[in-house]
């Protein structure tokens, strides 16, 4: 089920970008390189970016991170497919974003005095809806998704959600309060989420009166 394949290779306005899903960090490629760079995908095309790589330390950089990819062969030919979204590329604004921040829902086991969400009288998604969404992100070539919330662990689904984003390829990261059990981040863990964020607003004090009596000591004793 894997949508993915080591890398994302997406055109912008600005060029294009290179994410690496190993290190999860990305290049910006500029306009001059990704011009040859997208056509080195024939004889002629690898010969020209071959050329310009002894001249632009840029193209030979982001030649050695596709070869070490197997995105790009020795002869700089370049092997793995340009993702070019179906809409124009605007001025000024990026084709897809980087990474999603999917509100998984609005719920939540605190009451917390910053937190505008509780406040919205919005409907979750369905699973069925959340799985459209991810299929909407593979078409754009998203390759991060954060669920948040709420408290996505309140969500009875979360699990299923989590599995079919990893199926996916997706870089999955996960935020929470922390005031969740043992047993959910130990599965977490096992399910193979690449980052999970908590919530820690400052010292014990300043987060008690953020957060609640007590939620500083129940978080440090994750």
Not at 133 to 148: A, C, G, S
Request: charged share 25%; hydrophobic share 35%; aromatic share 10%.
């Amino acid at each position: 089920m894997k949508q993915f394949g080591d890398i994302v290779l997406r055109e912008e306005y600005f060029g294009g970008f290179l994410y690496r899903f190993d290190d999860r960090k990305y290049t910006v490629i500029k306009p001059a390189v990704w011009k040859d760079l997208k056509n080195a995908n024939t004889p002629d095309g690898a010969k020209r970016y071959k050329a310009m790589c002894l001249t632009e330390t840029e193209a030979e950089n982001i030649a050695n991170e596709l070869m070490r990819h197997q995105a790009m062969n020795g002869d700089y030919r370049l092997l793995f497919p340009v993702h070019q979204q179906e809409y124009p590329l605007r001025e000024g604004i990026l084709s897809a974003p980087f990474r999603c921040y999917l509100h998984s829902n609005f719920d939540c086991n605190l009451n917390c005095v910053h937190c505008a969400t509780s406040c919205n009288n919005i409907t979750a998604m369905t699973t069925a809806q959340i799985f459209k969404v991810f299929d909407i992100l593979i078409r754009h070539q998203v390759p991060e998704i954060v669920l948040t919330g709420g408290e996505p662990a309140i969500r009875k689904d979360i699990m299923q959600v989590i599995d079919r984003a990893s199926e996916m390829g997706f870089v999955v990261k996960v935020n929470t309060n922390g005031l969740v059990s043992k047993a959910y981040l130990d599965c977490l863990e096992r399910n193979g989420i690449d980052e999970l964020y908590f919530s820690l607003d400052g010292n014990r004090d300043f987060h008690d009166r953020a957060r609640g009596q007590g939620s500083f000591e129940r978080l440090i004793q994750k």
